[in-house]
């Protein structure tokens, strides 16, 4: 799990250009500038990309919406690296 | 502080680093990038950013690379520039993004109007629209299959498929119109892709109302029917060759209306970005080709002929063969060949004369340079010799060394990054879109053969007793006549792509030039050659308007290979013939300095002009007075 954490932190500076953002459970969509609509899919895309992974139309719409965090995000990574692993 | 050479050598690794190591080297080099935008050297970070775009970066590293782009953008000032209006059926923001990114990388700049999705035919549509307070010179209409406005029912008849295909282009022929009428600019239009699955599966094929067949007829009727302000985007062929069930991932469809999967827009981009740069002149012209381990496998020098592998019986000598195959259908359609290879001459010649499996042979290469100079000076030699811009060059050398030094004492010439593999050399080249074309004319069939003929002429000048003589002996004969519905294309090819003798250098469009045609205040010639050695096609193109009671030259160019043959006097009678007969009292020549143009400097002072006025910077007016008693200048040149 650290490992995932770690490497979705790299992930998330190089999409939000942001060299020191610390990434935790508990964020969400809005704790992060410049995580909209758009971000959002260049996000999608570059943790697809990196975990060599691929997320279900509605879970690229449940990651940004109420109640879902980072932390329920690592979580969907961790499920689907084991799965593809 | 990152130094040049840093910069240089982070590119290198970046280059050449494989897949899993590409991110990481990337964003050495863009930290690299930023430190030298931060210190004021904007030049050497543009330089080097330049040619980390590349057509295989995946869609995170192209957001990172426009990012820095984006820092560099105020400091930027390119050759070229143009204004794109990208109107579009889907999301287009990431597009428009990536293709700003691979203009940048083609050495042009844009200006970029982009439309909300869906709404092209009211932007068109609508005069008061902020398409036409935007006034591009190019729309792009980035279209896909869901923006088709008729599908035939599967009940249809031939026939009715025939109406809803004549139906569906009268639409789309008349929203190009309506922009073209109003904006004077050229159309950018997406055919149609097929997409992923097929209800009638392998009886698609077969089925007159199938969607294949539909948008397969459609497609052919719209490159068929575009007018020659229209050029059809083949984005069929983009989804084809990436793989349809990849490229169109529908996903990013149902998310952000997305037309493909985001992977494949940095292609798509380099296609669509491809097609905006060839009309500013930006396309290249010539493949440069290294030869061992290039042309063929091992070294000829050390291996001999019997040695070197090529052709049948070896599998990665059939690969050497294919490359080779290639570099000959870009020949065949008019990109000149040229060799730049460390070897002695006559040992390199030999190959192309003797061995059998040599598909390229001596006559395929316009110009061959083997010695044992630094590839960088060869490169501007074989520039010089075919008297074409160092930036049209292409080279391609299986040698990482060789590259690293033409990029650096070179950076004019694109360098592709090949793998060891010649089996993968093409697909290395391919997306490039290096020399990328709008039109294919006679020209463009016939170049090897002028340059031939003009290696004979040569000969011929260099065995006279003088150049009168010469010229005679040419038996030169002329066709002069106004840019008409043959010559169209490839005039507009010319007053696109000629940088030497140039005197104004105004790029225009196929549009542009049809609306002079049209205008009475306006007179065009252009100058076919032909003489004993063969024939030179359309070399020469003016444009001229008449403005009170002169005629005046805005636009005068001419194709280098026949320099000096009494071309530019015969032009210059027309001119003033033009001008007598219309009751003008002078000519007017306008001189626009360029980095290019030195040649045409004293053009008009050389056919009697004499300076009106210069500006500081070279800018200079120049006229000509049409007297009662004018004669014609005498030439060698016979008329048809």
């Not at chain 2, 306008?590 to 053009?603: F, G, M, R, S």
Request: aromatic fraction near 8%; include cysteine.
């Amino acid at each position: 799990m650290q490992d995932v954490r770690q490497e979705t932190q790299d992930v998330f500076r190089e999409v939000f250009d942001d060299s020191e953002l610390i990434l935790s459970e508990t964020m969400t969509a809005e704790d992060v500038p410049g995580w909209d609509s758009l971000t959002h899919i260049n996000l999608v895309v570059a943790v697809e990309k990196h975990f060599r992974i691929k997320f279900a139309t509605a879970e690229i719409s449940r990651m940004k919406q109420k109640g879902q965090n980072v932390g329920t995000l690592l979580a969907l990574i961790q499920k689907k690296i084991q799965r593809t692993g | 502080m990152a130094s040049v050479s840093n910069l240089t050598d982070s590119l290198a690794k970046y280059l050449s680093s494989p897949a899993d190591e590409r991110s990481a080297a990337l964003r050495t080099l863009l930290g690299e990038v930023r430190q030298a935008i931060a210190a004021g050297r904007a030049d050497d970070a543009a330089g080097v950013l330049q040619r980390a775009v590349l057509p295989s970066s995946d869609y995170t590293a192209f957001q990172s690379l426009h990012r820095v782009y984006g820092m560099l953008r105020a400091h930027l000032r390119p050759a070229q520039t143009t204004r794109l209006a990208v109107l579009g059926g889907f999301t287009t923001t990431q597009l428009a993004q990536a293709i700003e990114l691979a203009m940048f990388a083609m050495g042009a700049g844009v200006e970029m109007f982009e439309a909300e999705y869906g709404v092209y035919r009211q932007e068109i549509f609508d005069p008061a629209s902020e398409l036409y307070r935007f006034g591009p010179k190019t729309i792009f209409l980035a279209t896909s299959w869901r923006d088709l406005i008729r599908r035939p029912g599967l009940d249809c008849s031939r026939e009715d498929v025939e109406r809803c295909v004549e139906a569906e282009l009268s639409d789309w022929l008349a929203l190009w119109r309506t922009a073209h009428e109003r904006l004077g600019c050229q159309i950018l239009q997406n055919n149609f892709d097929r997409p992923d699955w097929r209800q009638l599966d392998n009886h698609e094929l077969r089925h007159p109302a199938s969607l294949s067949r539909y948008i397969n007829r459609l497609n052919e009727e719209m490159a068929d029917r575009a007018p020659p302000y229209v050029v059809i985007h083949d984005v069929d062929a983009l989804a084809a060759t990436s793989g349809r069930r990849a490229w169109g991932d529908p996903r990013f469809f149902f998310h952000a209306k997305m037309p493909c999967a985001p992977e494949y827009l940095i292609d798509y981009a380099f296609s669509v970005a491809s097609l905006v740069a060839a009309p500013l002149g930006l396309a290249k012209k010539c493949l440069v080709l290294d030869l061992d381990n290039t042309c063929w496998g091992g070294v000829i020098g050390d291996d001999g002929m019997g040695g070197i592998r090529l052709g049948q019986g070896d599998a990665e000598g059939e690969a050497f063969q294919a490359f080779q195959r290639y570099a000959k259908a870009l020949k065949e359609r008019g990109v000149l060949l040229a060799v730049c290879s460390k070897n002695e001459e006559p040992i390199a010649k030999e190959v192309f004369e003797k061995h059998p499996e040599m598909v390229l042979r001596l006559d395929d290469i316009s110009c061959f340079m083997a010695n044992w100079t630094d590839k960088a000076a060869n490169l501007r030699e074989i520039a010089r010799q075919l008297n074409i811009g160092v930036n049209s060059l292409v080279f391609v050398d299986d040698n990482p060394a060789e590259r690293a030094l033409v990029r650096q004492l070179a950076p004019e010439v694109a360098v592709p990054e090949i793998p060891e593999d010649p089996a993968a050399f093409i697909q290395a080249i391919e997306p490039f879109r290096y020399f990328q074309l709008t039109s294919l004319g006679q020209e463009d069939l016939r170049r090897a053969e002028y340059y031939r003929a003009n290696l004979e002429r040569q000969q011929a000048l260099s065995g006279s007793e003088n150049v009168e003589d010469y010229l005679k002996s040419l038996r030169m004969v002329a066709r002069v006549e106004p840019i008409g519905e043959v010559s169209l294309e490839r005039s507009v090819q010319l007053i696109n792509k000629s940088n030497q003798f140039n005197v104004t250098t105004r790029r225009r469009t196929a549009a542009e030039v049809l609306a002079i045609v049209a205008d009475p205040c306006w007179a065009t010639w252009t100058v076919s050659l032909r003489d004993r050695f063969g024939d030179n096609g359309l070399i020469s193109v003016i444009l001229a308007r008449i403005d009170g009671d002169a005629l005046v030259v805005d636009t005068w160019l001419m194709s280098c290979r026949v320099l000096k043959r009494g071309v530019e006097t015969l032009v210059c009678n027309h001119l003033c013939e033009f001008a007598a007969r219309r009751g003008l009292k002078r000519v007017r020549g306008e001189y626009i300095p360029t980095p290019k143009n030195d040649l045409v400097k004293e053009l008009f002072p050389s056919l009697g002009f004499a300076k009106v006025l210069e500006e500081g910077d070279g800018h200079a007016w120049w006229e000509l007075a049409i007297t009662p008693d004018w004669a014609p200048r005498p030439v060698t040149i016979e008329e048809q």
